[in-house]
T-cell receptor, first 114, second 113 residues
Framework: GAGVSQSPSNKVTEKGKDVELRCDPI?????LYWYRQSLGQGLEFLIYFQGNSAPDKSGLPSDRFSAERTGGSVSTLTIQRTQQEDSAVYLCASSLEASGFEQFFGPGTRLTVL | AQSVTQLGSHVSVSEGALVLLRCNYS??????LFWYVQYPNQGLQLLLK????ATLVKGINGFEAEFKKSETSFHLTKPSAHMSDAAEYFC???????????WGAGTKLIIKP
């Protein structure tokens, strides 16, 4: 596809369950980002992958959060033992140096933890 | 450390009036600057970007922004607001030496009929 895609678009889960959120970046984009946006809030940086370098995990809020990027393409954000405060929209973006680091965003996954 | 400040979490203007959303940044090197828009229940999309070419940048939907190095500002303007402009607007900056963007907190633009 032409843009960044994310799945699922909506996820409702029970407190304590694990969830996996998927991001398919634009083909050829070497950088991939995960953000969290809570209701009415701005963007909270979570993690950033750039090529084969070690990811920047400085934004992950707890050790329940992890992410991986396989083959330099698809990424999965995993939240273990979900809590109600994890409820938010999780946004993925990708970018390419040649485009001036412009980030292209997916539509997001809305996570609701009951 | 770099930072981006958007003055005003909410800005309210009348339909047809001038829109001015303020963004100031701190950066020790010439930056790349971006404005993104987020319509209700949608993802973010790029409005415009400055990448060291012309200081006045024109974007989509009639928006433009001017890079002023002396003021470290990149304010977003539109001459005449339309109801469809109601959205949240985010300013972001990159120094160009890495791929990360530093984001402002966002400004909600409210259009009064």
């Amino acid at each position: 596809g032409a843009g960044v895609s994310q799945s699922p678009s909506n996820k409702v889960t029970e407190k304590g369950k694990d969830v996996e959120l998927r991001c398919d970046p634009i083909s050829g984009h070497t950088a991939l980002y995960w953000y969290r946006q809570s209701l009415g809030q701005g963007l909270e940086f979570l993690i950033y992958f750039q090529g084969n370098s070690a990811p920047d995990k400085s934004g992950l809020p707890s050790d329940r959060f992890s992410a991986e990027r396989t083959g330099g393409s698809v990424s999965t954000l995993t939240i273990q033992r979900t809590q109600q405060e994890d409820s938010a929209v999780y946004l993925c973006a990708s970018s390419l140096e040649a485009s001036g680091f412009e980030q292209f965003f997916g539509p997001g996954t809305r996570l609701t933890v009951l | 450390a770099q930072s981006v400040t958007q003055l005003g979490s909410h800005v309210s203007v009348s339909e047809g009036a001038l829109v001015l959303l303020r963004c100031n940044y701190s950066s020790s090197v010439p930056p790349y600057l971006f404005w993104y828009v987020q319509y209700p229940n949608q993802g973010l999309q790029l409005l415009l970007k400055y990448t060291s070419a012309a200081t006045l940048v024109k974007g989509i939907n009639g928006f433009e922004a001017e890079f002023k190095k002396s003021e470290t500002s990149f304010h977003l303007t539109k001459p005449s607001a339309h109801m469809s402009d109601a959205a949240e607007y985010f300013c972001a900056v990159s120094e160009g030496s890495n791929y990360q963007l530093i984001w402002g907190a966002g400004t909600k633009l409210i259009i009064k009929p």
